[in-house]
């Protein structure tokens, strides 16, 4: 089951009185931590350098995988994998999500299983930079915002219409951190797409609660 729910930032902070950031943090509370697990860290004080998994020759089994098996719009994920922000690894090919920095540069890594059985692989690759997970920054002032990547794709493969020029992130979990750093203060209104499955209802149920007085 998914519940949506629009609000006006700027509506938001005024009311509060609280920067973009601080209203989020009040908005999804203070556990900013990442809900997907990320690699292990071998050393505790010394952090590796960011590593995205090696590209496979070919895409085959995710183009199999997102198009036959989770019937995403082929023309949605050819866009993004022109682009470079989605590819099958080499070692285990699973689909790869990058997100990507101000620049360009790659920041961010999501893996997820493309077996049709059993239990889904959802990792965030080691040293992977919270702040740019996987994301579409288009230019009409609207956010919308996911728990998971394919989740993201299957929501614009559904409103395909004119996609490129709305905003898009998936948190690659739970945390807030990516929402903050996509608002922007031209953010005219953005929109939780949650799944209660994963989340339950109460956090949902609260996050509406706040966005409805804060809009008021």
Request: glycine share 6%; aromatic share 10%; proline share 6%.
């Amino acid at each position: 089951m998914r519940q949506m729910r629009a609000v006006e930032p700027s509506a938001l902070c005024r009311n509060l009185r609280k920067s973009y950031a601080e209203a989020m943090t009040m908005l999804m509370g203070s556990n900013t931590g990442p809900a997907y697990p990320q690699a292990k860290k071998q050393e505790a004080t010394r952090q590796k350098p960011f590593m995205p998994p090696i590209p496979n020759a070919n895409m085959h089994r995710v183009f199999a995988y997102l198009l036959k098996t989770r019937g995403l719009d082929a023309d949605v994920v050819v866009s993004f994998a022109r682009r470079k922000l989605l590819y099958e690894d080499a070692a285990h090919h699973n689909a790869v999500f990058i997100g990507t920095d101000e620049g360009g540069c790659q920041r961010h890594a999501h893996l997820r299983s493309t077996n049709s059985f059993g239990k889904a692989f959802r990792l965030n690759v080691e040293s992977s930079d919270p702040r740019y997970s996987f994301h579409h920054t288009g230019t009409d002032g609207s956010l919308y915002v996911f728990e998971a990547p394919i989740d993201m794709l299957s929501y614009i493969s559904m409103n395909p219409h004119q996609w490129q020029e709305h905003s898009y992130v998936a948190c690659c979990g739970t945390s807030p951190i990516p929402v903050m750093q996509m608002l922007k203060p031209d953010t005219k209104w953005y929109i939780f797409v949650l799944i209660t499955m994963t989340l339950g209802t109460k956090p949902v149920n609260e996050w509406q609660s706040f966005c409805m007085n804060a809009a008021l």
